[in-house]
Structures are given as C-alpha cells and as structure tokens.
C-alpha cells in the first residue's frame, strides 16, 4: 500500500516535472519570436531613417526641399522601397525599372517623371552608371529621396505613422510602397505607376481619376490617377482614411488593391 502510494506520487512529480519543463520551451520560444520580431521591427524602421554619418558620397535632394517640385495633377510617380540597413544604400535601378521609367518619360513629355526614393540614397559623382546616366537624360526625370515622417507630416495620416504599426507589419516593405502610393496621390495628385508598369502612349488625352483593373471584383492600386483638387483629392483622402482604419499587416494584398476597391465600392455604390 506504501509502495503503491509512493509510485502515485512520484508519478505526479514526474507530470508536473515535464508539464514545468514544457512551459519553460514554450515562454522560451515565444520570448525569442518575440526579440527577433523586435529585432527585425528596428532593423526595418532604421532602414528608412536618414542617416546623419559621415560619408564622401553625395545624398539624393528632398523632394520636399528641392526646388523643382511635382506640378500638381500633371506628375507621373514611381517609388523605389526596398532598402538596405547594412550599408550605405547606393543609387542604383535595374533594367527593368528603367525601362518603365523611361516608357513614361518618353511617351508623356509634358509631365515630370518623379522616382522617389523611400530610403536614404547616396551617389556617387565621378562614377559611371549607364543606366541612370541615360534615364537622368530625359530632361523631364527627376530622382528624389523622401523622409517617410516629414512627407507625411500634416498630412491625414501623420498621427497614424507614428504609432509604428507600419512597421510591425508581416509585408512591411510592399505596405510601406502601398502607404506611399496614397499619401503621394493626396499631396499632389497625378499618376502614380508601379515600377513594371510600362506605358505605350501619352496618358494626357485621359480624362482624370482613373485606376487599373486588377480583376472582375478588384481595382489594382498599382496605375492610379487623381486630381489634386475636388473629386479627385476626395478620393485620395478617403484612401488614407481606408489605410489606417482597416490596416491589416498580415494580408499582403488589404493595403494595396483592398484600399482602392473599398474606396470605390462605396463612392460608386456597386460591387
């Protein structure tokens, strides 16, 4: 009966032994998740904040300090997000980004092409860059930094920026691209374009306010065209509206597409 009583308890110890141990693996586990989330979360933020270090290279003009700014309505956007917070973030575009660059240049020769740079870029005077060198030809492109804080200070959306949810999102660099597409459309209306998008003709004979279909059920957010005045400035405002109200960090494409399609079920009152 001792004995019997004994194995009992010792098998108990032995239960809450292992139920103590797994609870330990656990708290560890979510408190790792937990610091390399944060982790990444600062490593990502820091990405985007300009750097005040000492460096013999040239740094791109502020778009909102240069003097040469977008004319309202009459601009055509791309934005360049993805950025690297281990080194000095050169100024560079691919091929392929170029040629979209270009194919707007070239076919809208009454619009400025701004290609704005999210993240702080540097460049370097005396080095050779083909690329850039035949793009920066086109005497209507212009290639600008931006400060996510100062471009959107007094703005709609300032106040949201600064809680950090942006940047605690699963897809922080596509919903950084989707922040900047709307917040640039309301400050100065215009056209925004994706930086595969390629244009064939003249968008100036198009009548404004106008988005890409991404689907029978879906707009695309990736061509879009407001005013920057009266129904199209509406519009733009009510995207930011729609972009802090139903953020979501954990669907790729609620801050994108799903902006501009809420939007616009609503105003047009149809599916």
Not at 34 to 59: A, G, I, M, Q, Y
Not at 69 to 96: D, V, W, Y
Not at 196 to 205: G, H, P, Q, R, T
Not at 206 to 219: L, R, W
Request: glycine letters at 4%; proline letters at 3%; hydrophobic letters at 40%.
């Amino acid at each position: 009966m001792i004995l019997s009583t004994i194995n009992k308890c010792f098998h108990k110890i032995q239960q809450y032994r292992y139920r103590f141990i797994f609870c330990i693996l656990i708290t560890t586990s979510l408190l790792s998740l937990l610091l390399n989330n944060l982790k990444k979360h600062d490593e990502v933020r820091s990405c985007f904040t300009h750097s005040n270090k000492r460096t013999e290279l040239s740094k791109l003009e502020d778009i909102l300090l240069s003097n040469r700014k977008p004319q309202p309505g009459k601009s055509i956007f791309f934005h360049e997000t993805s950025c690297s917070s281990s080194s000095i973030n050169m100024l560079s575009l691919s091929a392929r980004q170029a040629c979209a660059i270009e194919s707007a240049a070239l076919s809208n020769p009454n619009y400025d092409v701004f290609v704005l740079f999210a993240s702080p870029t540097f460049f370097n005077n005396g080095s050779s860059q083909p690329i850039l060198e035949s793009i920066l030809s086109y005497p209507n492109v212009y290639i600008r930094n931006l400060n996510l804080w100062t471009y959107a200070s007094n703005t709609p959306i300032y106040d949201w920026l600064l809680n950090d949810e942006l940047f605690s999102s699963k897809y922080v660099l596509s919903h950084i691209s989707d922040f900047l597409r709307y917040l640039t459309l309301w400050r100065w209306g215009g056209t925004y374009l994706d930086l595969d998008v390629i244009v064939k003709k003249s968008l100036e004979n198009i009548p404004s306010n106008y988005a890409g279909a991404e689907s029978d059920t879906f707009i695309a957010a990736g061509v879009m065209n407001f005013d920057a005045t009266g129904f199209g400035h509406e519009i733009a405002e009510l995207c930011l509206r729609d972009f802090q109200l139903q953020f979501n960090g954990n669907d790729w494409g609620n801050n994108g597409p799903g902006v501009i399609t809420r939007v616009l079920n609503k105003v047009c009152k149809t599916k």
